[in-house]
């Protein structure tokens, strides 16, 4: 393998460490959020936090170079794990919160 694509690899390898990291920290503070939407009866997606997520990400990716489709489907395929958590979390909360339902069994 030709040194200059070790060389690359070698850097590729860092941001792809950082992604992980970045994304592990952003799953860290989603499942809060989704704890406080549980514990507030509050829906999983917010569709008007997600419009300006879109509108701001696609600004970033415009300025930075990146294709902006691939920047919202990226962020799209990150929220879709984030929701599918949320609802999980809503899930336990009404499980822990609700009446005993099996009196007669
Ligand atoms: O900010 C919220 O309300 C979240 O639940 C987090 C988050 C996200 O992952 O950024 C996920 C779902 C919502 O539709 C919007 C944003």
Redesign the pocket.
Known sequence: MPSEILRLRASIDNIDAALVHLLAE?FKL?RQ??EL?AIGNMP????S??AQ?IERLTAIAEASGLDPDFAVQFRQF??SE??RR?ELIAREHAGETMPELDTYA
């Open positions: 952003r989603t959020v989704g939407k999983p997606a917010d569709p936090r997600d997520q990150i929220v984030v929701i949320h």
